[in-house]
């Protein structure tokens, strides 16, 4: 015989009675969508963070090649302020070369660099050597082509890296022509800079890990070189680098070309307007792309992780969570539903009690009080006293004016001017405006005319907000002056009362002092999902009413 589902021994249903197919597949495309939507955002975070940091990475190359480069122009602009400076001194202009040299050599260089004065054939003083040492000839350091030509042409020229005879280091020259009073010249100066320069001017640079800067000269060849913390000749650029940078006529960029080891490499560089020297600092593209590598890999891992998470934490919803999540939830909307119909009750009997007590104001304890004060009118008129009579029945006068005034005031506040006979935009203006005439306040009020088309349920609870609110400042702020605004944007409706009374003995975010003010006001509120924001400084008080603009239709 065929076994049913309701035919199981011992009365058992089978699991699928408890929960069908169709809410399975349904909680199983939740979790696998969650989880999936998590895992996508996750995956954008890492991959963005990671390529944002690679593209960081390109920036802090770029940015240290500019800065090598304005190092180096920053050197040579130095070597020439000193080279300047030399040219004038009255030694040279008189040809003392043996009081020049003695100039030359007290003159303070930078440690590897020293200072030369020649003539078109040879060195005739050098600062680190004395007057009348044997020195060598220019053609001993056989010149790069057209090197006169520059002197002739350019302020400042520089030489490519050569060989120093002198001192037997290799170096690189700045140079400047000496003029002559009809405009020619005779010597030229020399700031020599030697490796052990440029080695200095490259360690002061925090080049970034794992890449090689170099310097080059206006011909490409390449003067020093430094990776970590290692310094050496720039080794000779390779064929494809060379080339794809001699095609650039950019000041800077960069350039994806293999190194001199053949390894694929990033290149940036920054050419100096003023030498036309190129600075370069180079990374491998393997050592670039090793974090996206490695991040992809962890993320492939996280996704079979998150797969398997993903499915256990189906069979167990399905088996377990749910059935206790559905009565809870029933159990909350049950409850919520019975606060908000306890709390539209409770705001109901008190908006009635403040309707009952304002007429007993108005119909009894106010006639009470014109009775009174048309009798001190009559006593005044018919009694003939003295003056300390006069005098007390004018106190008398005054007092029942002011119990009156302020009877009105309080009537006013516990029953403003009913909805039903225009839109809130007008009857909050009404109000405010016969609230501050009433207190003797000053203030403004401003209310977005978009509030007449707010749900009637709504716009009552934002007038009786603002009439607690202002019944508050009568009641404790002593203010002078007070602000109500209603605004209206896209998302919220926004009910602002401020006033300038000192409110250093009241405490923000209580009602201390205010009866239950505070709580009628958040009351009105939970209907509408809206909250409520008090502020209390020294300066004065901050009333705030937020609630969700509701969605038209």
Not at 364 to 369: D, N
Request: proline share 4%; hydrophobic share 45%; glycine share 6%.
């Amino acid at each position: 015989m065929q076994t049913t589902s309701s035919d199981l021994p011992n009365g058992r249903q089978r699991p699928a009675e408890g929960l069908k197919p169709r809410l399975r597949r349904r909680l199983a495309l939740l979790i696998a969508c969650s989880l999936a939507f998590v895992f996508a955002l996750s995956a954008a975070y890492v991959i963005a963070n990671v390529l944002r940091a690679r593209s960081d990475e390109i920036e802090r190359l770029r940015a240290a090649s500019s800065l090598l480069s304005q190092a180096l122009d920053r050197e040579v602009a130095r070597s020439h302020a000193l080279l300047i400076g030399l040219e004038h001194s009255p030694a040279l202009q008189a040809h003392d070369i043996r009081a020049f040299q003695q100039q030359m050599a007290s003159t303070k260089v930078p440690d590897g660099a020293w200072l030369t004065l020649s003539d078109r054939e040879k060195l005739v003083a050098h600062s680190l050597r004395p007057f009348g040492s044997p020195l060598p000839t220019l053609a001993d350091f056989k010149p790069q082509p057209a090197f006169f030509e520059r002197i002739d042409q350019l302020d400042v020229s520089l030489t490519g890296r050569v060989l120093g005879v002198t001192l037997d280091k290799t170096a690189v020259a700045v140079n400047m022509k000496v003029r002559d009073a009809d405009g020619s010249w005779t010597y030229f100066l020399t700031t020599v800079l030697s490796d052990q320069r440029f080695a200095s001017i490259l360690k002061d640079q925090r080049m970034p890990a794992k890449v090689t800067a170099g310097i080059y000269d206006h011909n490409l060849h390449g003067v020093v070189a430094m990776r970590g913390k290692e310094v050496f000749i720039a080794p000779v650029m390779a064929p494809a680098a060379l080339s794809a940078l001699r095609a650039e006529s950019a000041a800077a960029g960069l350039i994806s070309a293999a190194d001199a080891e053949g390894h694929r490499s990033l290149l940036a560089y920054a050419r100096s307007d003023a030498t036309q020297w190129v600075s370069m600092v180079a990374t491998r593209q393997d050592d670039l792309d090793a974090p996206v590598h490695r991040a992809l890999k962890m993320l492939a891992l996280a996704g079979v992780l998150v797969g398997l998470a993903g499915f256990a934490a189906w069979r167990y919803l399905r088996r377990e969570i749910e059935p206790p999540i559905d009565q809870l939830e029933r159990n909350i909307a049950t409850a919520d539903a019975a606060v908000k119909h306890l709390t539209g009750r409770l705001l109901q009997a008190q908006e009635d009690e403040h309707q009952r007590i304002a007429r007993e104001l108005h119909d009894s304890t106010a006639q009470h009080l014109v009775g009174a004060m048309l009798g001190v009118v009559h006593l005044e008129r018919t009694l003939r006293t003295d003056d300390s009579t006069r005098s007390v029945l004018k106190d008398v006068k005054t007092t029942v004016e002011s119990a009156l005034n302020e009877l009105r005031t309080f009537t006013l506040l516990l029953h403003p001017r009913d909805l039903g006979e225009s839109g809130l935009a007008h009857a909050l203006t009404d109000f405010v405006q016969g609230f501050l005439r009433r207190a003797g306040l000053r203030g403004t009020v401003s209310v977005d005319e978009a509030a007449d088309s707010l749900p009637f349920e709504l716009q009552r609870s934002l007038l009786r907000i603002a009439q607690a609110a202002l019944a508050n400042v009568y009641r404790h702020a002593k203010a002078t002056q007070v602000r109500v605004s209603l605004e209206i944007n896209a998302q919220h409706i926004v009910l602002s009362v401020d006033d300038d009374g000192p409110g250093g003995g009241r405490q923000s975010g209580s009602d201390q002092g205010h009866g239950v003010g505070i709580p009628s006001m958040q009351g009105r509120l939970i209907p509408f999902g809206g909250e409520l924001k008090l502020e209390i400084t020294a300066s004065g008080t901050s009333v705030r009413a937020i609630v969700p603009r509701p969605v038209a239709g």
